[in-house]
């Protein structure tokens, strides 16, 4: 499940953000882990150039994994950023792509730059996007992970990903299911609102008896599981309780898909990638061919 990850960098400082994450997980996996970088022309000065960089960047990796399993190598892809690392991908059957957002901190949420956002709306495999105004602590890279779930498959498609996870890394794990204050009902009319309180049904607890079941499982790791229900709009409630709880990562499912792979990210999802001051892992809810 993470026997091999794709680790693109840049140029700029941030996008090294992403070792301590890959540390944690290729250190606990003994994962094989490639480090690449691209130049946009076939120059042999600026291939060489940035060979030079990548092996600089290996062995500072290294040092991390000294004593682990894991296997570094690198290569240098020529070509348009987001395009030649979508290539790398599907060639080389990865498990898990980790990058850097190389977003602002500060007042404003962390915007993705162009290639991230790029490879997320294409990438048909787990991604992780590190923000780069993120917590430097190796310690604190999975400490306490949100993990947002709507009681669909597709939304499950995260848990084996963050089970496997707290097999091998110590963590908290908090799952949330958000049940929205009215529900849109077709009328004679047309498209109605119906108040949560109007709704005939508990779903609150049901929403609760399903993460009871979750929270079952993911406790059987070992890793200490809560949980916790909330109503109110699911992007914000979601950014609300990662803000609240101290958390370092949201888990989540890509929801949507089309014939040609692309994430048409529904608007939760896309909502809580874009205003996420925290790292987002992603979860493709359709399988590789």
Known sequence: ?????????????????????????????????????????????????????LDEKVRELGAGLAGSSAVLESEVIVGT?????????????????????NGRSGML?????????????????????????GSTEESRVFSRIAVPLDGSTSSSAILPLVTALAEKVSC?????????????????GGLGYVPFHELGMDLGQAAGEYLEKVSAGLAATGARVNQEVRVGHAAQEVLAL????????????????????????????ARIVQGSSRTVWLAPSFARE
Not at 81 to 101: H, K, T, W
Not at 173 to 184: D, K, N, S, T
């Open 172 to 188: 908290e794990i908090i799952v949330v299911r958000v049940v929205e204050p009215g529900m849109r009902v077709r009328t004679v």
């Open 81 to 101: 950023a987001p395009r030649q690392i979508l290539n790398y991908v599907e060639a080389g059957n990865f498990d898990l792509v980790v990058m850097s957002s």
């Open 1 to 53: 499940m993470f026997a091999k990850l794709l680790v693109p960098l840049g140029r700029s400082t941030p996008a090294e953000r992403v070792f301590h994450t890959v540390t944690v997980l290729a250190g606990a996996f003994g994962s094989e882990v490639v480090l690449v970088d691209a130049c946009r022309a076939n120059d042999s000065e600026a291939i060489q150039t940035t060979r030079l960089r």
């Open 109 to 133: 949420r962390w915007s993705l730059s162009d290639t991230v956002d790029r490879v997320l709306r294409r990438i048909g495999i787990p991604l992780i996007i590190v923000r780069a105004g």
């Open 242 to 269: 990662a803000d609240e709880e101290g958390c370092t990562v949201i888990a989540m499912s890509s929801h949507e898909h089309s014939k040609v792979r692309t994430w048409a990210m529904g608007s939760v999802t």
